[in-house]
T-cell receptor, first 114, second 113 residues
Framework: AQSVTQLGSHVSVSEGALVLLRCNYSSSVPPYLFWYVQYPNQGLQLLLKYTSAATLVKGINGFEAEFKKSETSFHLTKPSAHMSDAAEYFCAVSGSFGNEKLTFGTGTRLTIIP | DTAVSQTPKYLVTQMGNDKSIKCEQNLGHDTMYWYKQDSKKFLKIMFSYNNKELIINETVPNRFSPKSPDKAHLNLHINSLELGDSAVYFC????????????FGPGTRLTVT
């Protein structure tokens, strides 16, 4: 079985400040991990994914995430927040073959303060 | 050239009615999914099909019935709609079975009154 926990349902940062969104996972198999972003009234867009290659993963829009097995974490960061980053962010873990569903965290709403 | 499309985008209906949501992907993917997002934004898998074969069937009321006429289409039919069915329903697709990233449609907001 797999699960993800996103710490902080709401995060506010000032424009230009560091963005840090936290995700911890639990998985009975080596995890494949994903971050998705959802803008208001839209579907989910893939930001980045970890599939057991490099532990530091770079994604779109300047986001990156680091896989830390010892901490069972996959936190999302961006050095400098932009107003357009305001959205809901979801961390997800994929099950093993035969149970490939994505299990999502509860989401973190990111607000950017001008 | 939308990758994953859903119709309708909004659906307002009364309790007890039957409705369908359609999904199409033009990515050439083998696997498609239905997710439900509730009012608190929580996303949960409902069904998954691979090449028209049902491979994931979560604990969903049997009033919900998916149908895949071909691997590019996955429809969701809901019988006897209830207030609790109000949610946003997302269709998604992935390249194949396995741990591939999933591409999501824009969602269908279902409101049951």
């Amino acid at each position: 079985a797999q699960s993800v926990t996103q710490l902080g349902s709401h995060v506010s940062v000032s424009e230009g400040a560091l963005v840090l969104l936290r995700c911890n996972y639990s998985s009975s198999v080596p995890p494949y991990l994903f971050w998705y972003v959802q803008y208001p009234n839209q579907g989910l867009q893939l930001l980045l994914k970890y599939t057991s290659a490099a532990t530091l993963v770079k994604g779109i829009n300047g986001f990156e995430a680091e896989f830390k097995k010892s901490e069972t974490s996959f936190h999302l960061t961006k050095p400098s927040a932009h107003m357009s980053d305001a959205a809901e962010y979801f961390c997800a873990v994929s099950g093993s073959f035969g149970n490939e569903k994505l299990t999502f965290g509860t989401g973190t709403r990111l607000t950017i303060i001008p | 050239d939308t990758a994953v499309s859903q119709t309708p985008k909004y659906l307002v209906t009364q309790m007890g009615n039957d409705k369908s949501i359609k999904c199409e992907q033009n990515l050439g993917h083998d696997t498609m999914y239905w997710y439900k997002q509730d009012s608190k934004k929580f996303l949960k898998i409902m069904f998954s099909y691979n090449n028209k074969e049902l491979i994931i069937n979560e604990t969903v009321p049997n009033r919900f019935s998916p149908k895949s006429p071909d691997k590019a289409h996955l429809n969701l039919h809901i019988n006897s709609l209830e207030l609790g069915d109000s949610a946003v329903y997302f269709c998604a697709s992935s390249q194949a079975r396995g741990r591939y990233e999933q591409y999501f449609g824009p969602g269908t907001r279902l409101t049951v009154t």
